[in-house]
């Protein structure tokens, strides 16, 4: 029968070789030793363990519950049996190195590595991992595991999210798993890649599937996710072989690597200098930019452009970079100038901005369009008329929105429809009406205008 020791808010002391259990979790004093008799548990609700003496796990679980944050500390190693972590909308810390043999069970909250390592070792597994509970490491730290592999076929040692399928022999085989976003020379990976080693060389004849959360992405669009493998002849990364790609069960797999290097998940698009945003608001009669980024690589500074119309891109500020950051950034800044007409429907504000990196070369962002209060949304011009086949409509947009237009008869019944989304600015929007007869027709473009025009079919 197994047995629970839960720690409730009160002080408890075992005298016996002196351990002492405080309501803030399990303390094991220098010199002392607590040993788990069999598949005990012990419930540590909202507290932690402090191990600076011996720790001896048995057979038995610790299960971490609780809501506050807990963390494993103290001057000695712990390792456990049966480890389990039960904090919802928390997370424990590492404070030292930690093992566990036998199960890491993820139920709520997550595991932070903290610059630690958790070893699973040949025996132990990760159970339960999901994008609410997961091992995480934004400070480094490695989930590693172990396992003897002769010609593994989807091999999962410790259940980390690695499977390796090979025809050889490649012994015993040592996976480290790490959850920062490592730089390569185009851009930075997600936040998870593999360190990988093995005793045997098989040479470059291993497949391997590397499975991801959504939340590790970073950024990176899973369309154009690749894998790149770390060594020391290619230490900015070179491209692998990809299978293919599965965005549902997040996985992204390669054919004919080495079991050995880092393994590195990340867009095969070069981009120095990811962009997760670029927005532009109307704040008292002035544009406000704002622009982030995921990540930036020797990122100097950026360059903000306007436009009125046709008139062309002019530089009216320079903002610094971040320089090579593998955290987001966010940066904005106010255009001096007045947005003010006068305006006739085809010359709204247009912003860019021109990121420029410290060798010299550079990208643009999107075009971002904005109008001040009392821009005009209204139709520009409906043609051709008489139409033998399309009609062709030219408006202005105030704002960002969908529009649809439509062709009615004399009986108001709808004979021809076309819908897109309108950006602030001038717009153009076409529908066919080669299908119906001759005659007189009306043309209504909701969301712009109330009023229906008249058009001519031949």
Request: hydrophobic share 35%; net charge neutral; charged share 15%.
């Amino acid at each position: 029968m197994k047995t629970k020791l839960l720690l409730l808010p009160i002080t408890l002391i075992a005298f016996h070789q002196f351990n002492f259990l405080f309501s803030q979790g399990l303390v094991i004093s220098n010199g002392s030793n607590i040993v788990v008799n069999g598949a005990t548990s012990i419930v540590i609700n909202n507290g932690g363990i402090n191990n600076s003496g011996s720790f001896n796990a048995s057979t038995g679980t610790i299960v971490f519950t609780g809501t506050s944050t807990a963390s494993l500390s103290g001057a000695s190693t712990s390792s456990f049996y049966n480890l389990t972590v039960n904090k919802p909308g928390s997370f424990i810390t590492l404070g030292h190195n930690v093992g566990v043999t036998h199960s890491l069970t993820m139920e709520t909250g997550h595991l932070n590595l903290n610059g630690f390592d958790l070893d699973l070792g040949a025996t132990g597994s990760l159970t339960g991992e999901k994008p609410a509970s997961r091992v995480i490491g934004p400070n480094g730290g490695y989930l590693i595991s172990s396992a003897i592999l002769n010609a593994p076929n989807k091999a999962n040692p410790g259940n980390i999210g690695l499977e390796i399928t090979a025809s050889a022999n490649p012994g015993l085989v040592t996976l480290k798993r790490g959850h920062q976003s490592r730089q390569l020379s185009g851009g930075f990976g997600i936040h998870r890649y593999y360190d990988i080693t093995a005793a045997n060389n098989i040479g470059e004849n291993a497949t391997l599937r590397f499975h991801y959360f959504d939340e590790e992405l970073g950024g990176v669009s899973e369309s154009e996710l690749g894998v790149y493998s770390v060594t020391s002849v290619t230490p900015g990364g070179e491209l692998e072989i990809k299978s293919f790609t599965d965005p549902i069960a997040n996985y992204v797999e390669v054919n004919g690597a080495a079991l050995a290097g880092v393994f590195v998940p990340a867009s095969t698009i070069s981009d120095p200098a990811r962009s997760s945003y670029f927005t532009v608001t109307p704040v008292d009669s002035r544009a406000l930019l704002r622009w982030g980024t995921f990540y930036e690589i020797n990122a100097d500074r950026f360059e903000l452009e306007r436009a009125v119309g046709n008139s062309g891109f002019q530089r009216f500020a320079n903002v610094p970079a971040a320089g090579t950051v593998a955290t987001p950034n966010d940066y904005n800044y106010t255009d001096p100038e007045p947005l003010k007409g006068p305006y006739f429907g085809t010359s709204p504000r247009y912003y860019r901005y021109k990121v420029i990196f410290k060798d010299g070369s550079f990208r643009y962002s999107n075009i971002i369009s904005v109008a001040p209060e009392g821009y005009p949304s209204e139709v520009l011009s409906i043609y051709p008329s008489p139409s033998y086949g399309p009609v062709n409509v030219r408006f202005s947009s105030v704002k960002n929105q969908r529009v649809v237009l439509q062709v009615l008869d004399n009986l108001g019944s709808i004979v021809a429809q076309a819908e897109m989304n309108a950006l602030t600015g001038a717009n153009l929007i076409s529908c066919d009406i080669s299908h119906v007869a001759r005659g007189t027709y009306y043309v209504r473009l909701i969301g712009i205008a109330k009023q229906a025009y008249k058009i001519l079919k031949q």
